[in-house]
């Protein structure tokens, strides 16, 4: 159930990131709350990409789904 409304989140940012030549995939989410994804496209190499991260898909993620915990990379 969690994994459906992470992806439902993901969807929602996703646009703004292929705006920018990126996207990003969800690789997992685990039982502790903690999500990992891959940014892709000019994501992946991007030096912002840690902010983005962090600042853009995990403030999101968090603000929609209490029981996500962390973002990391994979």
Request: glycine share 10%; hydrophobic share 45%; charged share 30%.
């Amino acid at each position: 159930m969690m994994r459906e409304k992470v992806e439902a989140v993901l969807a929602n940012i996703r646009p703004a990131l292929q705006f920018d030549g990126g996207d990003v995939e969800l690789v997992d989410v685990d039982d502790q709350g903690v999500v990992k994804v891959r940014l892709m496209g000019a994501c992946g190499g991007c030096p912002m990409a840690s902010m983005t991260l962090k600042n853009g898909i995990e403030k999101a993620l968090k603000e929609s789904i209490p029981e996500v915990k962390e973002v990391i990379s994979a």
